[in-house]
């Protein structure tokens, strides 16, 4: 009996194999049969010879008339929606089609492989880096001195693309001269707050100054309801560096002091001043104040607190409105708003800058990166492509537009591409008024992530603010002391 | 069954003429073990010698890797944090065996005297090994949760303060151990029946005779029979402890305050989050002398008896 | 399980007396105690599965939902793409499980039988693999996987970037070598005069006559390799290759708390299954 079920259960797993490979080849596959129905636009598949200033927004790149000079190239990208959201993977293969039809032949094949720094060290071991693929802003430095990233300087000298984008952010993804990246979107951080929940505590504006935050926080805790009157991340990884850097900024944090560069090499200045005053208020608002949520929050934790009504307050970078709004369609979105964050014992609020921007593998053929090039251009600029994006909004819930998000573009583009962005906006953008003028009218600076081993430091830090936020008995300028000295050892005097 | 202690012991047969024939034996049979050598070259020798390679090197991916003498060892030694992970796991260890070692010995032991029920008591305390321990975390989480979770509602809605299990320095560790009880506990219970199973009734029949009470035939003679079991199991818990990674990077990420920081969990995040393979080796070296030392004293005590732990 | 030893430490007629009735009835006081901590975690999920995505953070013992939401665990079922992420679990399992056998019967095999010059070696070999838990040499390994020595192809997001590793189980090795040893030797004997093929001998006798530990052994490796966390997070990068473990540990950022809680308790049932199957081979314990 034993040995009949031994013989069956060992066929059941061999035919589970060879079904398993065949099965695993089919979907690797972008299937191209996906309907195509994309709007009858067959010209623009001819270089465009002059920019057509009829759409709404002005075409930017000359589309060539084919990529690679025809010959068959394959290439991966990143930023294709996961299967949980079946609507955008029919999007997203769709556009694939629309590029496919244009040069047809580009095989894209994507992943869904989102970028965190902790995992992409992984990929790059693993020899597994897409042809295109993204970063936060605080890593292309990192991705050029590894030697990880393509020089895409002559694509964009022949589309005039340093004219389009933001130059601050441009700098970021240029060395030496040399473009290395295209910026995919950009954040700066803010607060978003619970209107009802202020109102009903009898404010009807958010904090202006820290202070004013701590007492407002206090007034809004309700233990017994479940509320914090105010959140950031705390889970002591590197995003709990993040959003402790973002407060520290407010304090009068200045990225270049975070490491200081000289000629002798780096030296971390994180230990004491404005840091040490932003940790101290942290750890009042923990131990004195009791204001912040009992549990270490990582980033979704943090989003949901504020989607669920269990924070009123919380540091967050604009563009998680949009993932609060895929990922609770239910939670009631017009009672959010977003302000600058309060401002600190200068008087200034600042606003940590960050975001992402794509790159391809060093180890693309340079017919690869062209192809990967056009095609993260095609997406971000084609204007038939942004309105259907925008359009599909409608009849799609995970296109959510009017997230209050940073410029990226300038001039007329920019100008162009926002009026067209409040045109099909689904979110709230009267309750992100307060963030926006502040943004415009420079009474918010911006600064920055820190540059120089920027992740590493995040994650350092992270774990200090994970001891101040859970042991009442810690001391923070000597935690921070420590933290800054092994950083150095570790990481700082590792640097070439 | 013996030969497993000492294969070289076999019984030796005469040795047999070595005709062309014994020669192409020989070979056919090393063609059966190539699969098994190759495999066990490429996925266990190779890297285990690369780890120790590595810790001698600045390993680059896309450059050439560089000697550097002893230096990943000095920075790993100049951490504090290695010597907290350290004592992390042996604070675990000690919690892991105050609370959970004994809990499978009682719980057999309880068990085995049930004349009903036995099985059915079984199936449960195994049913959480067999879930995986990632799905299991994310439900503990859950329970342990500081706001609203169930486990703080259970304790106020009979009188007991809310506590912080997993954001607490004190507490992290034990709530820790107490899941690892609950997912473990199933296998070990499963042992010691087996073993308990394995005692003869009649040694009972004869203490019970002489006039030993049920407690005293559990002292002298339950416990001294099952002591090599229980030797085993004390191993391989540390063994399992001391390789802490997946609860700490799922429920605490090292938090609070470092407290759950193991040499595991600090190995990937040097490795796999800020690519210093060259200091990650190192630990994996540590993590090798430490953990070596007690594998060993446990596989021979595994082959010192007539069957292995599996 | 009591089919033949009647009595454990007491004697029948102890366990009839008032005193041993006591006892008894304490110790099935403790285990039915233990048995509702142990299920409570299985039971939670449940019913958090069955709440709204607010309602799973209200404060206070509502371990029943107002209203129960059914439709969650289709919900969960359908967007975390479960079949998938099932399969997936199966295969790499079935696979390694699969890999280890062949690779530990063989070797045991060639140990237990064969026995040719220098498979004393071999054994001490092996022994040393016992020795050294993965975790230590888990980055070369990783890299290792990420470019084969020799052959330069890379086996991350493949599934035999976790087959191969798991093929190695040096304690499936031993237990199997134990297993073939006690085959007695007439049957081999027997065998040889009829002139059976050591190919022959292995596949008509050896295996055969050691199915039912080797099914055992596969049953324990499966569910090992089911709930495997680390090797597959670094292995499986595309999402639609991941196991269970790791999908659904991917999966927390994207998703509201009670779609999770629908999806981990869906997560279990298998194992829950498994449990009650496993049930009728436990008798023996875990030991060989």
Known sequence: MRSKLFVLSTLVLLVTLVLSACGSSATTEAAPEVATEAPEVEETTAPVEEPADEGPLPAVIAFPAEIAGGSPVEITVVQKPADSQPEAVEAWEAQVARFQEMYPNVTITGTDYAYTPDSFAALVAGNQVPTLFEVYLTDPGKMIEQGVAADLTSIFEAQNLDQVFNPDIMSIATQDGRVYGIPRFAYAMGLAYNISMLNAAGYDAPPATWEELAVMAQALTDRDAGVAGFSFITDGSGAAGWHMTTIAYNFGLLNTDIVRQSDTGYAAGFSEGPMLEALQFVYDLRWTYDVLPRENLNWGTNGEALATGRAAMVVMAGDQFTWIRQTYPDAPIDDYGFAPLPAGPNGTSVSLVGGNIAMVSAQATPEQVEAAVYWRLFTQFDPDEIVANFESGASNPTVVVGAPTLPLYVGDYEAALEALQAQYANLPVANYQLFLDAISSGQASMQPEPLIAGQDFYSALGAVVSTVVNDQSADPAAILLQTADTFQTNVLDQLR | ?310 | MKATANRGVMSIVEGRSLKGRLVLGLFFAILVLTGIIIIFPFFFSFTAGLKNSTEIYRPGVNLWPASPDWGNYVEAWRRFNMTRMFWNTFVVAGGGVLAQLVVSSLAAFFLSRLKPIGSNLVMVLILITMTIPRIAYLVPLYMTLAKLPFINTSLINTFWGLWLPYAVNPFMILVLKNAFDSIPRQIYDAAEVDGATETRIFLQFTIPLSASIMLVLGLLSFIGLWGDFLLPLLVLRDSSMQTVSVRLFNLTRDFPMNLHMAGSFIAMIPPMFAAIFLQRYMKGGLTF
């Open chain 2, 1 to 310: 069954m013996t030969t497993l202690a000492n294969p070289s012991l076999d019984t030796p047969s005469p040795r047999p003429p070595r005709s062309r024939n014994f020669w192409k034996k020989q070979a056919l049979s090393y063609l059966v073990i190539l699969p098994t050598l190759l495999i066990f070259a490429v996925m266990t020798f190779g890297p285990i010698l690369t780890t120790i390679v590595y810790s001698f090197q600045e390993v680059n991916l896309t450059r050439a890797s560089e000697w550097v003498g002893l230096h990943n060892y000095v920075r790993m030694f100049g951490n504090p944090l290695f010597y907290t992970a350290w004592k992390n796991i042996a604070v675990f260890l000690i919690i892991s065996i105050l609370m959970g070692f004994m809990v499978p010995v009682f719980l057999a032991l309880m068990v085995n005297e049930l004349r009903h029920f036995g099985r059915f008591f079984q199936t449960i305390v195994y049913l959480p090994s067999l879930i995986p321990i990632a799905v299991a975390l994310l439900v503990w989480r859950q329970i342990y949760a500081p706001d609203g979770g169930v486990l703080n509602s259970l304790l106020n809605s009979i009188g007991l303060p809310a506590q912080l299990w997993l954001q607490n320095p004190d507490l992290a560790k034990p709530a820790i151990v107490v899941i690892m009880t609950w997912l473990g506990a199933g296998g070990s219970v499963l042992i010691y029946l087996s073993a308990l199973q394995e005692i003869p009734t009649e040694i009972y029949e004869a203490a019970e005779l002489d006039g030993f009470s049920p407690w005293q035939r559990i002292w002298y003679i339950t416990l001294p029979l099952i002591s090599s079991r229980m030797q085993i199991m004390l191993l391989l818990q540390i063994i399992v402890v001391g390789q802490v990674f997946t609860e700490p990077f799922i429920l605490t990420t090292g938090g609070p305050a470092n407290s759950t920081v193991t040499p595991v969990l600090e190995l990937y995040r040097t490795a796999f989050e800020r690519s210093d393979f060259g200091l990650a080796s190192a630990w994996s070296v540590s993590l090798l002398v430490v953990l070596s030392l007690f594998s060993i004293v446990y596989v021979r005590l595994s082959l010192g008896r007539e069957s292995i732990q599996y």
